[in-house]
């Protein structure tokens, strides 16, 4: 992580007599009116370095340009503790009279300016009157003298400083036109200097009138977004609004501190007006799904009106949980070809949408040895469609998804990307939404869609009496810790090498874990499918595994079904499961089914089916299908192995453990077609949408819901939805190096003595009572989300505003929020939002496996739900717009005979900023 510098913007000029219509290339002087320009220097400081950018011009120069001047650019840096002799890089942006005076201020400085900015203001441009008027011939004698003293530093390109503080070549206002941006507390701001005189030259798209190169200018502000953190971290070179937006100095108002959040929000549209404002609140997978629906839809729009979108997270767009800069050795668990977040028949410039494989072969990734890499070809091998990618590869590809997507987007509409945390949404005037920040800031908008991904719960009783154990602990054993949640993983980095840690929970968490104490830490494994061997490296610590059962996780199949193949239902089909509604409503007055006695026949019925068509080779009759007491009991067993098992003692069931995995393993390595168990547990993956039916927005009773929820899921996640089956291989490879065992066994219990310094571990067996110790226990697992328990504040809010309640089934809380069917979010008296949605985690309770990301070349719910929530989206769009906007009557086109948009002024002069992922 780089270092945080303070940033400061000093205004030491003004320009009054400035009107709105010189400031713009393209301007329509009916709706001119004065727009002064503010002129400013620049002060970086932190972690032992003092820079000024740009060095402004002395009161001779403001009298000579007719300018007013205010504060000595030398008086302004003192106020902030700087004195000149101090100063020890200046950047020069470009070479323009009022950033390049004062150059002899800064005796012990070098000074940072760009080669073609040099070249220009000494070359032939300057023979022509109208280039060389910005320029003062004092300013570009004082530079040479600079550089005959060896304190130039010439730059070609874009340039590091160190520290994060990077240097960017843009052009377009003049040759050598360079752009600063720099780390800071809240983020990555970018000093635009005169690459945007105003903010509103960046979201009209419409350069200041001084430009050497147009496009250069107009490409400019795309490069400045994308260097940003949000509209707010662009400051622009001459903006009065800089210095009422940001909190300024208390004892000279003339100097803005733009490392701290912005008192004002930028300007954005009115949502009460004609104007149309969406809110997205969570940029992960299901935000991205969402922007892409709108993305599709609106490219039909026929009104030509301007829409802005309000982007909300605080991670990078796209990526959600699937950060592209943790370690490469944490797997998806899908093998990569059949992960997209593409709809079937998407298009992406005339070419069919990539699949994650596909993107990550374009993208040059090849397998060398263990790690995927970009390398050139011939060396590596090819990404098949069998691998199973990192999700640091998941998190590159989602964000280089939004990247396309936004840049799909007609010019009517705008994406600003916000940096935060939404705290709260309450209802607003006529209909809107008014969403706000923890800073206070507060946007107002016509229509909000939640997707803010995974939760994470509030610390539990247990959690708070766990955490004092280890703190109790860490006075006499210092290596003692209590981890409620492993993520991110890099917390993990403290845990000393030959520490005992228990992973509480064997599921895909657990797997990250293990990685992260092993490999991560430059451990090794050698060998080929199941015959691996772990290559400790010294630094990992001794790592038991616990759960509630000691079930390890099943590895998946070798997928032999295709990209899009899947098991072909015979008897757990949405059909039948209407037909069992039909009939519960007919015998009961209810359609609510129970799940143990109505659906999980069905279910065991179509294992077993599946069962049979693999050790037949697929040649059986579904119509005179009966299954045998073997395959009965063989299903029984998959969904439960423990029944009615019993184990001598802890040497029993670690034997047990070891053979279960083993024999697991064979399966995965034979495949999801050939072997009969990994066929019969694919089914729970192929036949979702059945499931769905007979589960989602109460189709259970209450009772049969929590035992659904209880049993069969963790049930059904530990057989269908394990770990890539070399992660097992690995496992098995860990076990026999000693670097990991299991503990405790089904029925385990964790007791904490008062007179103890380690987390103890008990079992009870038929003839031995075993324990075990650790010193540190990681709760390795991820929290269903619930408003309830939520530990956001935006949770806590939705409740306390009435805006949305918990999704109940009767008395039976599963998790989520409450929604209709078409995704409309509930308030607290039973009404439906008509323009608040949800979709995805938030959901998962009135829905069921919301999580999945789509598949391609097949239609996915994750994609369905998102055309749902946008479907209604735009149809309140076009109601608003008829609302608030004429119509446009019959008259002239615009560019290819498209219909001419009214009112163009009114709309351009609002138009917000488009703002990159980056």
Known sequence: ????????????????????????????????????????????????????????????????????????????????????????????????????????????????????????????????????????????????????????????????????????????????????????????????????????????????????????????????????????????????????????????????????????????????????????????????????????????????????????????????????????????????????????????????APSLTEWARQQGYRRVADRFQKAQHGTGEVISDHDYLPRKLLGEYLAWAF??????????????????????????PEGTYRLALGNGTTYTVNCVVLATGHGVRKATAADAN??????????????????????????????????????QGLGLTAYDVISTLTIARGG??????????????????????????????????????????????????VEAVQALQRDASARRGSPQLDFEREVLPLIKLEMAYAHRLAEQNQNVDSASFAPSQRERDAIDHLLDPLHDQTFE???????????????????AFLGNLTSPLKAAADVLRDTREALRAAVEFGGLTPDSHKIYVDTFVPATNRIAFGPPKQRNAELLALMDAGVVSVTGGPGNQLVLGPDQARFRITNSFKQENFEAFADVLIAARLDLYSPLTDQSTLAHMLLANGIARPYLNGGYHPGGLDITPRLQVIDANGEAHEHLWAIGFPVEGPHFYTHALPRPLKDSRFCQDAATCVEQLVQALGEHRSRYLPAVAPGPSGVDGEPARADVETVGAHCPTLADCD
């Open 466 to 503: 766990l955490q004092a154990f280890a703190e109790v602990a860490r006075k006499t054993n210092p290596h003692a810790a209590y981890f409620p949640a492993p993520y991110p993983v890099t917390r993990l980095q403290d845990i000393a090498p030959g520490t005992c840690v228990a992973i």
């Open 1 to 352: 992580m780089h270092p945080q510098y303070e940033v400061y913007a000093l205004r030491y000029a003004l320009h009054q007599g400035r009107q709105a219509s010189e400031n713009f290339i393209a301007h329509d002087d009916q709706h001119s009116g004065p727009m002064p320009l503010a002129f400013y220097l620049w002060a970086i400081t932190g972690n032992g370095r003092t820079i000024v950018v740009d060095t402004g011009f002395d009161e001779h120069m403001a009298n000579k340009r007719g300018r007013t001047f205010l504060n000595a650019p030398a008086v302004l840096l003192a106020d902030i503790g700087i004195e000149a002799n101090d100063v020890t890089d200046v950047i020069i942006t470009h070479m323009h009279y009022d950033h390049s005076g004062n150059l002899g201020l800064f005796p012990n400085a070098r000074y940072h300016i760009q080669e073609a900015e040099m070249a220009y203001c000494t070359g032939s441009a300057m023979t022509f009157g109208l280039l060389r008027k910005p320029f003062e011939v004092e300013n570009v004698k004082d530079a040479i003298d600079c550089l005959f003293d060896d304190r130039m530093v010439f730059h070609d390109g874009d340039a590091d400083l160190g520290g994060g503080i990077g240097l960017h070549k843009v052009g377009g206002h003049t040759k050598g036109m360079q752009v600063v941006s720099i780390p800071t507390q809240r983020g990555q701001v970018v000093l635009a200097s005169d690459a945007a005189h105003y903010w509103v030259n960046i979201t009209r798209r419409s350069p200041f009138p001084i430009v050497v190169d147009v496009q250069d200018m107009l490409a400019a502000y795309g490069t400045i977004e994308r260097l940003a953190d949000s509209p707010d971290h662009i400051i622009p070179g001459h903006d009065p609004l800089v210095l009422q937006r940001f909190p300024r100095l208390a004892h000279n108002p003339d100097i803005a501190l733009l490392h701290l959040a912005p008192t004002q929000a930028p300007a954005m549209r009115d949502a009460t007006t004609g104007d149309t404002t969406i809110a997205i609140v969570g940029m992960g997978p299901r935000g991205l799904s969402i922007l892409d629906q709108l993305c599709q839809q609106l490219a039909h729009d026929p009104s030509q009106a301007p829409i802005q979108i309000l982007l909300f997270d605080n991670k990078p767009c796209g990526q959600g949980s699937h950060c592209a800069h943790q370690h490469e050795d944490l797997l998806i668990n899908t093998v990569a070809s059949q992960v997209s977040i593409f709809a079937k028949d998407r298009q992406l410039n005339g070419q069919p």
């Open 524 to 573: 090794r494994f050698s060998g080929e499918g199941r015959h691996r061997v772990y290559h400790p490296s010294g630094r990992e610590p001794r790592i038991l595994l616990v759960s509630r059962n000691c079930l390890p996780f099943a590895a998946r199949g070798t997928n032999q079904k295709g990209l899009a193949g899947s098991h072909a239902a015979a008897f757990f089909t």
């Open 649 to 667: 003692d802890f040497q029993h069931f670690a034997r047990f453990f070891r053979e279960h995995l083993e024999q697991d393993l064979d399966h």
């Open 403 to 428: 990247q396309q997507i936004s840049a799909l987007f007609n010019r009517t509409v705008s994406l600003t990307r916000i940096t935060a945390h939404v705290e709260d949404i309450v209802r607003g």
